[in-house]
């Protein structure tokens, strides 16, 4: 495991207005550590740390499923080719399939514009035992949508909500939201994936250059990238608005896979184990049912070898 101190570094403190400009994707806000242990050094170290979480990250889930008390919340949230997908896969390999849930979400169906903007993602959360991953959320409806209003005409609401102060309501409902799901068991664990515009031209060429990656490009990477100072602002006006103590921020930096990855799997992994939680006590009539079980088939056994022998 990575220490707490240095993993709370990704952490924007609740109160504290985030600014990209001061953290870099590419991870040289912490060059002093690529510097002393060089870069392969480092991604080798990161690596061996992602296959070992990957183990206390199985049985962390074991102790959440078998406990069936609280829930976890994973949000991933980024601009397109940042690696959700990535980590998604990564993270999953540690996780027992019947205790995950992975949701996408897209534009909303007609069906969802009929309901208030926090519902469709109300009805995919996690049950207790089980750890639910959002790819995209409710903070694309104070991101992709702050970035183009116009989304606002198909979402029906009703006059005055569309004021001056309508984003700072939708951080506020998200806020509220957010503590009432940690009242109630759900822990909420938010990552923005932070990679340059740089990084992302690079990545998106790839795709283009790679017949095998073809299918991963949409015809609606590049006009939203035509969006990303807008959308830089937006995140970091969100961001800024919604970390909190209860639901803090994550800003992952995400140039290189191998960092991100392993810093994802890290928090999520220290996250469940500092829950304390242990395996259901059982009672000791409980206890008494389960040793005559245990005495009822090992004589099971000694009859069947008895028959056997003289048979
Ligand atoms: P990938 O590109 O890896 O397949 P993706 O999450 O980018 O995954 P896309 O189908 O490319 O999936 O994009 C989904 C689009 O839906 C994004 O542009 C996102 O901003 C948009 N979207 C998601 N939620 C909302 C929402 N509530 N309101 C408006 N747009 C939304
Ligand atoms: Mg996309």
Not at 284 to 306: C, G, H
Request: one cysteine or more.
């Amino acid at each position: 495991m990575i220490n707490k101190a240095f993993l709370n570094k990704f952490m924007v403190k609740p109160g504290k207005k985030l600014a990209f400009d001061e953290l870099d994707p590419g991870w040289a806000s912490h060059k002093d550590l690529l510097d002393k242990f060089g870069e392969e050094r480092v991604k080798k170290i990161a690596k061996k740390i992602l296959t070992r979480n990957l183990d206390s990250l199985n049985q962390a889930h074991n102790l959440l499923w078998a406990s069936d008390t609280y829930g976890v919340l994973v949000i991933l949230q980024a601009m397109d080719a940042a690696g959700k997908d990535g980590i998604i896969r990564h993270v999953m390999s540690g996780l027992n399939p019947q205790g995950c849930m992975v949701h996408n979400f897209k534009k909303p169906t007609p069906d969802e514009l009929d309901h208030n903007f926090l519902w469709r993602y109300m009805r995919a959360l996690p049950q207790r035992g089980r750890i639910g991953i959002f790819n995209r959320s409710y903070y694309e409806d104070v991101l992709a949508v702050k970035v183009h209003p116009e989304f606002l005409d198909f979402q029906k609401l009703p006059p005055g909500v569309r004021s001056e102060n309508l984003w700072k309501h939708r951080y506020s409902d998200i806020n509220h939201f957010e503590k009432h799901l940690t009242r109630n068991g759900i822990v909420i664990l938010k990552f923005y994936l932070h990679i340059s515009k740089d990084e992302q031209r690079r990545r998106l060429l790839d795709r283009l250059n790679n017949p095998a990656k073809h299918w991963k490009f949409s015809d609606n990477d590049l006009p939203e990238r035509a969006h990303w100072d807008k959308y830089m602002t937006a995140y970091e006006d969100a961001i800024t608005a919604t970390s909190t103590e209860w639901a803090p921020w994550y800003v992952i930096p995400a140039n290189h896979k191998w960092a991100s990855r392993t810093l994802v799997a890290d928090v999520l992994t220290g996250t469940i184990a500092g829950l304390g939680l242990d395996f259901p006590k059982i009672t000791p009539e409980r206890k008494k049912s389960l040793e005559r079980a245990k005495i009822q088939l090992e004589a099971e056994a000694e009859e069947n070898t008895e028959e056997g022998l003289s048979a």
